[in-house]
């Protein structure tokens, strides 16, 4: 048996670090001193990623990125915490059909939603707008928070809070003082998860940006089809690194949960 899960964990590893070992390709020819994609790199600069970040460009996309998924982690943190609140607490009938409706993002393609974004916001007139881009990102991050959050709460015991409100706590009280403290590593996980999808989205941002709102990997799209500059490999490992970080501060927190719960 012991040979056999190590067998299983070496052939995991091994299938990980071929699935991964091409993305991270970008990050030695991020530091090429060539003006053209090579890899290897025929010899290290750090040129291009000054050259990144002193392009008004890139900067521009850098900013709108992070203004869009800061927002979008806001609202699917709120929306995804309320929902989990009235399901997970909550009985009604058709309970079950609202999950599936809240999950349907998850597996529905993603050029499907663009498309009907798409012509829905040209209804709005808010295609093109930040508004819109956020509510998009939003659409498709806020069942990760709801899931992340539903796991916290399901692991809180109702006792606490009908004992807080036993005590003469008012509801909001109850939830700012009691049930959000217990389930902060959920949120906060679900924020993660939110921004990261945000932060790395491209389908949904070619269909609903426009010349003025472009996200970072909308000027990579672009860049991609005129020129191949090392500068495209450093917004690359930009976006890849932060994903990566983001990604496993979001299991350092779910395994510290789990290594505190009793």
Do not use: N
């Not at 010899?43 to 927002?71: C, E, I, K, N």
């Not at 709460?153 to 004992?163: M, N, Q, W, Y």
């Not at 996980?189 to 989205?201: H, I, K, M, P, Q």
């Not at 500059?229 to 690194?241: D, F, H, N, R």
């Amino acid at each position: 048996m012991m040979k056999t899960s190590l067998g299983l964990r070496v052939f995991g590893v091994a299938v990980g670090v071929l699935l991964v070992l091409p993305t991270l390709v970008v990050i030695p020819m991020s530091f090429s001193s060539t003006s053209f994609l090579t890899f290897p790199p025929r010899g290290l600069s750090l040129s291009w990623y000054r050259t990144f970040f002193a392009d008004p460009v890139w900067m521009h996309a850098v900013g709108q990125s992070l203004q869009v998924a800061v927002s979008t982690a806001v609202v699917a943190v709120v929306l995804g915490m309320m929902t989990a609140l009235a399901l997970v607490r909550g009985t009604f009938r058709g309970k079950g059909a609202v999950q599936v409706l809240i999950l349907s993002p998850m597996i529905m393609p993603l050029v499907v939603l663009a498309v009907g974004l798409f012509f829905v916001y040209s209804d709005w007139h808010i295609v093109g707008s930040m508004a819109g881009l956020v509510l998009a990102h939003s659409v498709v991050a806020y069942p990760l928070v709801y899931i992340a959050v539903s796991a916290s709460l399901s692991g809180v015991d109702p006792a606490i809070e009908r004992a807080a409100a036993g005590l003469g706590a008012g509801r909001w009280r109850v939830f700012r003082t009691v049930t959000l403290p217990l389930i902060a590593p959920g949120v906060v996980t679900g924020a993660l998860f939110a921004f990261t999808v945000s932060w790395d989205e491209l389908i949904l941002s070619i269909f609903l940006s426009s010349p003025t709102v472009k996200t970072l990997p909308v000027v990579m799209w672009q860049q991609v089809q005129t020129e191949l500059s090392p500068t495209l490999a450093v917004a690359a490992t930009l976006v890849m690194a932060t994903t990566i970080a983001l990604i496993l501060l979001a299991a350092w927190i779910g395994t510290r949960r789990k290594a505190v719960r009793p």
